[in-house]
Nanobody, 121 residues
Framework: QVQLVESGGGLVQPGGSLRLSCAASGSIFSINVMGWYRQAPGKQRELVAT???????VYADSVKGRFTISRDNANNTVYLQMNSLKPEDTAVYYC???????????????WGQGTQVTVSS
């Protein structure tokens, strides 16, 4: 069974930085796309950033220039470096892995449990 385990959330002051990590565990051959989404209270879940195994990256306009996504394909891990954080970045951040190729099976649109990021003074 595949699991996505996130870490790195917390409370930070405006202008501060946090780094989120998400490691996929289990018997995995490859993962096509890994990414981060977020959901603030009373709002829909939204894209933050995604990265393919080949390194193609998409960012939401709201985080361009402040957040950096990266991944370690060998360890099935994706990172999100968040700088210049704003109160409006406060949300639960979810890791996503799409098209996981495993022995004898594939998984699509897999989610982590979420990690809280709070930006407040």
């Amino acid at each position: 069974q595949v699991q996505l385990v996130e870490s790195g959330g917390g409370l930070v002051q405006p202008g501060g930085s946090l780094r989120l990590s998400c490691a996929a565990s289990g018997s995995i051959f490859s993962i096509n796309v890994m990414g981060w989404y977020r959901q603030a209270p009373g709002k829909q879940r939204e894209l933050v950033a995604t990265i393919t195994s080949g390194g193609n990256i998409v960012y939401a306009d709201s985080v361009k220039g402040r957040f950096t996504i990266s991944r370690d394909n060998a360890n099935n891990t994706v990172y999100l470096q968040m700088n210049s954080l704003k109160p409006e970045d406060t949300a639960v951040y979810y890791c996503n892995a799409d098209h996981i190729v495993a022995p004898s099976t594939q998984y699509f649109n897999y989610w982590g449990q979420g990690t809280q990021v709070t930006v407040s003074s």
